[in-house]
């Protein structure tokens, strides 16, 4: 029982010290998805040339999801006219470079690991783009697009359809500052916890109980922490592997990084562990459903190429500046409530979430989350932001 109790305390002061992080971080993209229609995505997804693909990355970024509502999104992308390779841009950006992936990283593992992420995130998608231009065949893409069209269900499927953007005209404040503005941020906001927050609880559960029950010794061992030439050439190629077998994904796999970190996985190693939330193994069966098996099976080949040359790019440029943090260092949060900035700043964001949440219930938005499992095509796309004012 003592056993049961620490795993969840661990959990319990991991979840207190990112809290604010993720609200903060889901605000700011519903603020976002509140004034840009998914039909303007589309529209400026025709193609792969790198303009488009930095303009993907920066859409996908800002419309921070989870990441079973990303794949959903890009599958919805694709069918609707996007390029494929822009589609998978974004898809990339929108769960590994988000705000609150990098005010985490940052609040539990050290600025450097924000700057690895953002580093390492424009490496994985230039270096899959180049993987799609090289070996991407015309006769899978078209096989692929139609599987697409056939419009099997995933995850969230709802969720990714429903496009809950403001549709009056005017500027940017003035449509956010409408009372359809702040109920479409209100049901976006609302929304994204909905979507993530199965994977955020069991992320902090497995790591509490990893962090409780399995010993240093192990991980050092594994990741070869007692030979840093190998433990650097391993921790890129393995991360992914775990994050494939862990079954979380999104934010959910930063507090089982921190577990790795401690237990001796190497810099690069940490940050393709992040990167491969998309490949888990009930996203390749979505895959599967999306894209057909052979393309399902060609995502994750170029997907975990493209995560293993990140991590080898940021182990070996961020070492040679000298930016990788003693591991030695590292800690495992485990203080509790204390009255700190963290306390003063979940008070503020929990308050900003009640009003928002209260925002919903008032508005329609109960309604809106039980189609979020719904299905491709069944018309909550034409979902208007909101009707409150």
Known sequence: MHAVLHALSIAGSMTWEITWALILGFALSAVVQAVVRKSTVVRLLGDNRPRTLVIASALGAASSSCSYAAVAMARSLFRKGADFTAAMAFEI?????????????????????????????????????????????????DAARAQAERGLAGSMEGHAAMDMSVRKEGSFARRLLSGEGLTAVAHVFV?????????????????????????????QTFFFAGHPLAAKIWGPLIGPLVAIASFVCSIGNVPLAVVLWKGGISFGGVVAFIFADLLI?????????????????????TFYAAIVVAGYVVEFAFGGLGLIPDQGDAKIP???????????????????????????????????????????????GDHEGGHGR
Not at 191 to 196: F, G, K, L, N, V
């Open 93 to 141: 950006a929108s769960t590994n470079l988000v705000v609150e992936l990098g005010v985490i990283l940052a609040l539990l593992m050290g600025w450097q690991f924000t700057a690895a992420e953002f580093v390492g995130g424009p490496i994985m998608i230039v270096v899959l783009a180049l993987l799609f231009r090289l070996t991407l065949r015309e006769r899978l893409l």
């Open 191 to 219: 929304m994204e916890w909905a979507a993530i927050l199965r994977d955020i609880v069991l992320g902090l559960l497995i790591a509490g109980a990893i962090a409780a029950w399995v010993p240093d010794s192990f991980w």
């Open 281 to 301: 193994l009930p996203i390749l069966n979505i895959y599967r459903k999306y894209y057909g098996t052979k393309m399902a099976l060609y995502l994750l080949g």
């Open 334 to 380: 485990m203080e509790g409530v204390s009255w700190n900035y963290t306390t003063w700043l979940n008070i503020v964001f929990l308050l900003l979430a009640a009003a928002l949440l209260i925002r919903f219930a008032r508005t329609g938005g109960p309604a809106m989350l039980r189609m979020m499992g719904g299905s491709p095509g069944t018309g909550h």
